[in-house]
């Protein structure tokens, strides 16, 4: 469970806020989506929460647990971050990416083990790319290094998961595959996961909670029949926009 | 499917077989030069020397003084000088997510080259090894404090902080070079050639021990290079504190490359050949790559050190022959890099 209270954040010397006054709490076992336009502040939050930056003001405990508190490796063992702009240099294979994720398990001068290796191609065989295992990270598509991502991520063993942007890059089809893997590992591996995302479609479809997010502040939150208005999608990305449907949303926007 | 354990059978072939070529290249080295030595003897002495079975009163022969004083010390050194530079190449390309980058680019070698360079013009009683040890270690801290904003050291700034600090450092030598006679110009001239002339045992005991401590915290830091040359956000992200990380193994890299530098003057492209021939043999992942490109890199000294002194009748400094090498493997490099880069 992620708990923020009152999380406010500067950059630098910036007089403006880039969070402003943030309260929101993810519950375990869920998918809680952040919505919100390009520079709302979404990936800033991510990664306040992920503890990547010193926020000002505000508390943020993650499963109870303070997390100024916790050294870098405590954080990886409790949260597991998925960036939004990967870039690899050097050509690894796809299981020594996802072997990466065991650091947090490791002492300074250990390599991995057979037990990580395996819980490596473990991981890869849950999102389903046991066979790409050893083939070369930077030759694959970008589904597939999305995938490989996740798996990096389910190797850590982490109860947190957050991803930034986990299907910008990819297809219609490899989006929906992308995003049923996150609910089928969520219900298997019980964890509490926090993506940000930019279809409301989408978020629509797979997340419990969503987080409407404007100007660094919480606009609107709560589950989809509170969040997926017309009314509030309208404030938020300021064009008009229309949600039909009960249950299942369809979300379009109007003028087009 | 079959599970890759972390051994495979081609592991367990290659570092036998790596081990097995420089203790062959050792012995073949031992026996080329101006003065030939053949190998039975080496053998007889060698054997006799080890299981103490010379006899007190024989006399060592101009051929064991060749030996033990001078071939020996020399190969030992170009080894280490060798694994030094070749090690810390393979660790600085990892950290700066670069592969082209060399073990120079943070102003180690310029640095190292004013020091000799104002020694054995002004200064000729601090050692040239000290000077060039000391100015060399100074130019990267001189780069390292010119790139940190903010109490961190962004990637960028810090190549371009050495390739300045390089440059400063350079017009230095060259300033120098313009105010000396004719005769400390033409040693200048020769240590910045880069050579194992100076080889001795003295100089091994004092830049050995320090290059073998180096060399094995950056094996033990192997599999981490992996993750620093993610960038600084996916390391923090994976659990560890990439500035840290990143400072100690610049520190360790500087430091036997600043060791190198001054006991054998610039030796270039090797520690920017060498990481690259073992890429393509063992792959990019560190684990494997580090090792192997250590191990490499001492062989491959060796057999440049062994062509500069047994090619001709004068010793050729050997960072004329790994420049020779360096420049048209660098354009095989470049060919080639389209496809192994590009993703």
């Known amino acids: ?256 | 499917m079959q599970a890759k354990q972390p051994l495979t059978s081609r592991d367990m072939f290659i570092w036998p077989l790596m081990l097995m070529l420089l203790i062959a290249s050792f012995l073949v080295s031992l026996s080329i030069g101006a003065y030939h030595i053949p190998i039975t003897d080496i053998f007889t002495s060698l054997f006799q020397s080890i299981s103490g079975m010379r006899k007190g009163t024989a006399a060592i022969t101009t051929m064991e003084t060749a030996l033990y004083e001078i071939r020996i010390p020399r190969i030992i050194l170009a080894i280490a000088v060798g694994m030094s530079l070749a090690g810390s190449g393979v660790s600085l390309q990892a950290l700066f997510r670069n592969p082209l980058i060399d073990p120079f680019i943070l102003g180690v070698s310029a640095g190292a080259a004013l020091g000799a360079a104002l020694s054995l013009a002004f200064l000729p009683h601090i050692p040239v090894q000290i000077a060039s040890f000391v100015c060399g270690l100074s130019a990267v801290t001189l780069a390292l404090f010119l790139a940190r904003s903010r109490r961190e050291v962004p990637v960028l700034s810090l190549i371009l902080a050495g390739i300045v600090v390089s440059s400063l450092f350079s017009a230095g030598i060259a300033v120098i070079q313009l105010m000396v006679d004719p005769y400390r110009l033409g040693s200048i001239i020769f240590w910045l050639m880069g050579s194992l002339t100076n080889a001795s045992w003295k100089v091994i005991v004092s830049v050995v021990p320090l290059m073998v401590f180096g060399l094995v915290l950056l094996h033990l830091m192997r599999w981490r290079l992996n993750i620093l040359s993610m960038g600084e956000e996916e390391a923090r992200a994976l659990g560890m504190n990439a500035a840290c990380y990143r400072t100690i193994i610049i520190v360790i890299a500087s430091l036997l490359t600043a060791l190198s530098v001054s006991v054998c003057g610039i030796i270039g492209w090797v520690g920017l050949m060498v990481p690259h021939m073992a890429r393509l043999i063992v792959g990019s992942e560190h684990k494997r790559l580090v090792p192997f490109t250590i191990l490499s890199g001492g062989i491959f000294m060796l057999w440049v050190d062994t062509l500069a002194r047994g090619l001709t009748d004068f010793e050729i400094p050997v960072g004329i022959i790994t420049s020779l090498c360096g420049a048209p493997f660098f354009m095989f490099l470049l060919k080639r890099s389209r496809e192994i880069w590009e993703s």
């Open chain 1, 1 to 256: 469970m992620i708990e923020v209270n009152q999380l406010s954040f500067y950059y630098n010397e910036s007089e403006v806020p880039s969070l402003d006054n943030v309260t929101m709490t993810v519950q375990k076992g869920t998918v809680t989506t952040i919505l919100g336009p390009n520079g709302s502040g979404k990936t800033t939050l991510l990664k306040c929460l992920a503890g990547f930056y010193k926020t000002q003001t505000g508390e943020i405990s993650i499963n109870g647990r303070n997390l100024t508190t916790l050294s870098s490796v405590q954080r990886s063992r409790l949260i597991s971050y998925m960036p939004q702009n990967h870039h690899t240099v050097f050509p690894y294979r796809v299981v020594d990416i996802v072997l990466m994720g065991r650091s947090c398990h490791l002492s300074l001068f250990a390599a991995p083990r057979k037990k990580d290796y395996d819980l490596a191609l473990d991981a890869l065989k849950t999102v389903g790319i046991g066979r790409l295992s050893q083939r070369i990270y930077t030759k694959l598509s970008g589904g597939e290094k999305q995938l490989v991502l996740i798996a990096r991520s389910l190797a850590q063993e982490s109860p947190v998961m957050f991803m930034d942007e986990p299907i910008s890059h990819l297809d219609y089809k490899n989006q929906i595959t992308v995003l049923r893997l996150i609910r089928t590992i969520l219900s298997e591996h019980k964890l509490t996961i926090l993506i940000t995302l930019h279809d409301p479609n989408m978020a629509a479809a797979f997340s419990d909670e969503i987080v409407l997010f404007k100007n660094g502040k919480i606009l609107r939150k709560g589950n989809i029949a509170e969040t997926i208005t017309s009314g509030t999608l309208t404030e938020l990305y300021e064009i008009k926009i229309t949600v039909s449907g009960e249950g299942k949303k369809m979300i379009q926007p109007l003028d087009v």
